[in-house]
């Protein structure tokens, strides 16, 4: 126990065990007056107490919060089956990096087939109707048709190419290869890491599934997701720095705020942040819990005080200032942040107010010993 608690503890019983104050222990030079507190200039209390001025500083640094580790929905990429099918054989596991339009499954589906045969004869048909077109050509050229007949088949030629462009169309958009009659390869739609794996051989698949059966993200950059308590986000906004602690790691990162939830999640009484961070050396993995401690801003000047300068008096925080020569009165405060020793004062203390920063506590006694006499 320190020697400042120990006079503190020792003072406190006495008063508790006084009787209402004779003159001798009047010259004392300590006496209290309803909420007020009273110290002569020469009173030896004076060497518990201290005063302070309440001034402006940079804000107090934030606790790490807990976090966990999303993908950026920008750079993931849900990859699924086009046609209905059965999975033929799976080229990745999960965590596999891989590159655009590597093959990552391979689906044996009688729909291909049906497609590729609908291709072929559209390309058949274009063919037929360019033979019509110079048949009727030279049939025109001989009188043997009229220009009638010449157009129509450059119509019906027109039509066929449409009908090929269209099937073509619709083949490369499916995103894959072919492996034969009824086989094709699924491709990677873009660089990436495995991070989702639903896939297996022999799995009957369609395109209509509700989940991917296969997920591919960037991981150069990931979003942090922080949970903040409420008044930790009353002055954030994007842009905002933050710092990333992966855990078992002593290695940091920096973040950038991104977004803050408008919304308090009820049952935690937290706010959701999104923080982006680089990932560099791939140490921050999806779904993996890290630390996540958000800067104040740099522009951002508030009032705090020792912790020491706050007591508690009934259901209220105060701090007692000095209102005369020898005069302390206690104030209710609101506090914000707590670390290192002090505690930042959001509403109540004005800048350039003098104030107890040591020996709160003694003077409270005090107060509470003249109520009860």
Known sequence: MSTE???????????????????AEAR??????????????DAPQWSYVSLDVAA?????PPLPVPGRVDLDEKRTANVGAPLAGRIESVEVRLGTRVKAQDRLFSVRSGAWAELDRETEGARAQVLVRQRLLERNKELFELKAISQKDVLASEAELAEAELALKAAEAKRRSLQVVAAGD??????????????????????????????????????????????LLEFDVASLSPGQRATIH????STSLPGVVETVSEVVDARRRTVEVRVRAKNDG??????????????PPTDQRVISVPDAALVTQGQRVVVFVARAEGHLEPVAVVTGRRSGGRTEV????????????????LLL?????????
């Not at 608690?5 to 003159?23: D, F, G, M, Q, Y």
């Not at 004392?28 to 200039?41: H, K, Q, R």
């Not at 959001?346 to 506590?361: F, P, W």
């Open 346 to 361: 959001l509403r109540g203390l004005d800048e350039g107010t003098r104030y107890v920063s040591r020996g709160a506590l």
């Open 282 to 295: 791939r140490v921050l993995r999806p779904n993996a819990f890290v630390e996540v401690v958000v800067e």
């Open 246 to 249: 992966p855990q078992g790691l």
């Open 365 to 373: 006694n005090q107060v509470e010993l003249s109520r009860e006499r």
């Open 182 to 227: 009824n086989l094709f390869w699924v491709r990677a739609p873009r660089s990436g890491t495995v991070v989702e794996l639903d896939v297996f051989t022999g799995q009957e698949v369609t395109p209509d599934r509700d989940r991917p059966l296969l997920r591919l993200s960037d991981l150069d950059e990931v979003l942090v997701i922080g949970d």
């Open 28 to 41: 004392t030079g300590l006496s209290a007056d309803g909420a007020t507190v009273t110290l002569a200039a």
């Open 5 to 23: 608690l120990r006079w503190v503890v020792v003072l406190a019983a006495v008063l508790a065990c006084s009787k209402p104050p004779t003159p």
């Open 56 to 60: 402006r500083a940079e804000p107090l």
